[in-house]
């Protein structure tokens, strides 16, 4: 299924006060919300959930009112379904303002949304992945001393946050991208010291994330310093999910200039490095190994093939179920990856890089509850996982405890030791987000 088609629900939950709304009397327009109050998503089928606020009695019957213009007009959407969630199918995307209507036992109800009445929530529906564009990939003129790469680009998208791009980079050695950098501004420079173990052929990707979780990229691949050719146009991974994310991976909720839950936490995920140590069949191996091939060269569908053939053959085997969930993540089936991680841990629920892949598809649907409870496994397991606590950080802060959300990545920062990559990631966190409590 096109991703950009999908219906995958979306749901809040609304704390109410039944026949309590007071709506406004003047007829003034509403002015466009500011980004911070707007829930950006890229899916067209919204539910909502919600819970009364204490002393409002018990609501039988309830209406969702919507409006497209900014509060001139309202008009009822759904009436309360039968589970007690109200579902709306937007026409496309655009900016929608939600109301609820509610009615208590005895037939009272609150009254309708007038012209101008605030809603109480604004929802952005935003399936568009954001362009992104190498502008340039340029050596130092000391590179054979220094081994510095000047990079330019850039993202351009109508709902992008403040700092939307990340900067990866894989060689032909290596079976996943690396973080090179993370939440830099949509248009910039970075100059990147290549590592001194790099070495030949090597691929950049430039990557941009929006409110809604959608992501943009752009591959370029160098022969040899300072000789940099595209190899893929701009290109759309709603992996976590945008994953992830999203899927992400994600809506901005509380925490608009955040950044999404992307592979800054993780990278792509990857298990190759110990399938030679299972009991896999030799062609169960080589059928993974064959996928792992194709994953590397973007050939997404035939790895997908691949890996299900050696699961089919040795259905034990974990990292062909990782790897089949990172890639189908990276094609925007976040609900499939989600079913094969399950499907992992019910094998071993205990696997690492199934719980650290979960997290992210958590991350990118925008459960950030669940995502949160995995990565507890997780640092269950080991309380000194740097980028366990790192990604933690990200997910209590997409929930609005800016204070725990501070404690997790100063974790993550003492626990990186000489990691400076992690270090840094944290650093970034813990300035974009200061402690918000008032001084002495």
Same mark, same amino acid.
């Given at each position: 299924m096109d991703a950009r088609s999908s219906h995958v629900a979306v749901a809040f939950t609304f704390l109410i006060a039944c026949l309590a709304v007071t709506p406004r009397t003047d007829a003034a327009p509403l002015r466009p919300p500011p980004p911070e109050q707007v829930r950006s998503v890229n899916s067209t089928r919204i539910v909502f959930t919600y819970r009364l606020a204490d002393g409002s009695g018990d609501a039988s019957r309830g209406e969702l009112w919507v409006t497209k213009d900014l509060g001139k007009t309202w008009s009822a959407a759904k009436v309360l379904d039968a589970d007690g969630s109200l579902?709306?199918?937007?026409?496309?995307?655009?900016? @929608?303002?939600?109301?609820?209507?509610? $009615?208590?036992?005895?037939?009272?109800? *609150? =009254? =309708?949304?007038?012209?101008?009445? =605030?809603?109480?929530?604004?929802?952005r529906v935003d399936r568009s992945q954001p362009s992104v564009q190498a502008l340039a990939i340029r050596p130092d003129p000391r590179f054979a001393v220094n081994r510095d790469l000047h990079l330019r680009w850039a993202a351009m998208d109508d709902n992008l946050p403040d700092r939307p791009v990340a900067l990866h980079y894989r060689t032909e050695e290596t079976k996943s991208f690396k973080l090179i950098a993370?939440? @830099? *501004?949509?248009?910039?420079a970075y100059k990147w010291t290549v590592p001194p173990d790099v070495t030949g052929r090597l691929e950049l990707k430039f990557s941009a994330t929006d409110r809604a979780g959608n992501t943009g990229t752009y591959v370029a691949e160098i022969e040899q310093a300072g000789a940099a050719k595209p190899t893929s146009q701009p290109t759309e991974q709603r992996t976590a999910s945008s994953? =992830? #994310? *999203?899927?992400t991976r994600k809506t901005h909720r509380d925490s608009a200039d955040l950044g999404a839950f992307r592979t800054a936490g993780y990278d792509e995920p990857d298990a190759g490095e110990d399938i030679a140590r +299972?009991?896999? #069949?030799? %062609?169960a191996r080589r059928r993974y190994e064959?996928?792992?091939?194709?994953?590397?060269?973007?050939?997404?569908?035939?790895?997908?093939?691949?890996?299900? %053939? *050696?699961?089919? &053959?040795?259905?034990?085997?974990?990292?062909?179920?990782?790897?089949?969930?990172?890639? &189908?993540?990276?094609?925007?089936?976040?609900?499939?990856?989600?079913r094969e991680l399950q499907k992992a841990l019910a094998i071993d629920p205990t696997y690492r890089s199934?719980?650290?892949?979960? /997290? &992210?598809? +958590? #991350?990118?649907k925008h459960n950030y509850k669940s995502a949160r409870e995995t990565l507890d496994k997780l640092l269950l397991?080991?309380? $000194?996982?740097? %980028? /366990?606590? @790192?990604?933690?950080?990200?997910v209590v802060?997409?929930?609005?405890?800016?204070? /725990?959300?501070? $404690?997790?990545?100063?974790?993550?920062?003492?626990q990186a030791g000489s990691n400076r990559d992690i270090t840094s990631r944290a650093e970034k966190r813990l300035d974009m987000y200061p402690d918000s409590r008032p001084e002495n």
């Open positions: 579902t709306y199918d937007a026409d496309g995307d655009e900016l @929608l303002g939600f109301f609820i209507v509610l $009615q208590n036992t005895a037939g009272a109800s *609150s =009254p =309708p949304p007038a012209a101008a009445t =605030p809603p109480h929530h604004w929802i993370d939440c @830099l *501004s949509a248009r910039g994953t =992830p #994310s *999203s899927d +299972q009991a896999a #069949s030799k %062609e064959a996928g792992t091939w194709h994953r590397l060269r973007g050939d997404y569908d035939l790895a997908i093939a691949r890996y299900r %053939e *050696s699961i089919e &053959l040795a259905p034990r085997e974990m990292p062909p179920r990782v790897d089949l969930a990172g890639s &189908l993540m990276i094609r925007g089936d976040v609900d499939a990856a989600e199934a719980l650290k892949s979960l /997290a &992210l598809v +958590q #991350s990118r397991q080991d309380p $000194q996982d740097a %980028e /366990a606590w @790192l990604a933690y950080g990200d802060m997409f929930n609005g405890d800016r204070a /725990a959300a501070r $404690q997790a990545w100063s974790k993550a920062k003492s």
